[in-house]
């Protein structure tokens, strides 16, 4: 069955640095664009990133542009997300997301990210 499995999250000051990161399983990972979402408390999932099967295209919402990378090692069924200069306001809960078929609904449970003095 498809797997989702997120980690790397964590407790940083603001402008400091994270690299979440999922780890898929269950299908053919290069074959699938990926994405990553985000939940604050009390705010709706919102699309964060998002790159193509082979890397070669990507994404950005306009609240993370210049600040977050997406990357993709197909070897390893990975899926990065690169965070630098953090801002209290990237605080939630980061998703691993993978539009496959039938369901279109795969998810991962998510890795908490805390930007705090």
């Known amino acids: 069955q498809v797997q989702l499995v997120e980690s790397g999250g964590g407790l940083v000051q603001p402008g400091g640095s994270l690299r979440p990161s999922c780890v898929a399983s269950?299908?053919?990972?290069?074959?699938?664009?990926m994405r990553w979402y985000r939940q604050a408390p009390g705010k709706e999932r919102e699309l964060v990133a998002g790159i193509t099967s082979d890397g070669g295209s990507r994404i950005y919402a306009q609240s993370v542009k210049g600040r977050f990378t997406i990357s993709r090692d197909n070897a390893k069924n990975t899926v990065y997300l690169q965070m630098n200069s953090l801002k209290p306001e990237d605080t939630a809960v980061y998703y691993c997301y993978a539009p496959i078929p039938p369901t279109y609904d795969y998810w991962g449970q998510g890795t908490q990210v805390t930007v705090s003095s």
């Open positions: 269950g299908f053919t990972f290069g074959r699938y664009p």
